[in-house]
């Protein structure tokens, strides 16, 4: 693995993008992504968002 500034700047790009697609499938489905995730909702959550992003 490569380190210095550019890998730092690729792997910031490539997380940014994965989080901007949750962010997206989530609108879409209509999940709230802010609100608290707990033991009972988990599933549900994780089920709803990778329905979307497939």
Same mark, same amino acid.
């Given at each position: &693995? %490569?380190?210095? *500034? #550019?890998?730092?700047? *690729? #792997?910031? $790009?490539?997380? /940014?993008? @994965? %989080? *901007?697609?949750?962010? $997206? +499938? +989530? +609108?879409? *489905?209509?999940?709230? @992504?802010?609100? +608290?995730?707990?033991?009972?909702? @988990? %599933? /549900?959550? @994780?089920? $709803?968002?990778?329905? %979307? &992003? $497939?």
């Amino acid at each position: &693995m %490569t380190y210095g *500034k #550019e890998n730092n700047l *690729k #792997e910031w $790009q490539k997380s /940014d993008e @994965i %989080t *901007k697609s949750i962010e $997206q +499938a +989530a +609108a879409n *489905k209509v999940v709230n @992504i802010n609100a +608290a995730v707990t033991e009972e909702n @988990i %599933t /549900d959550k @994780i089920l $709803q968002i990778s329905v %979307t &992003m $497939q």
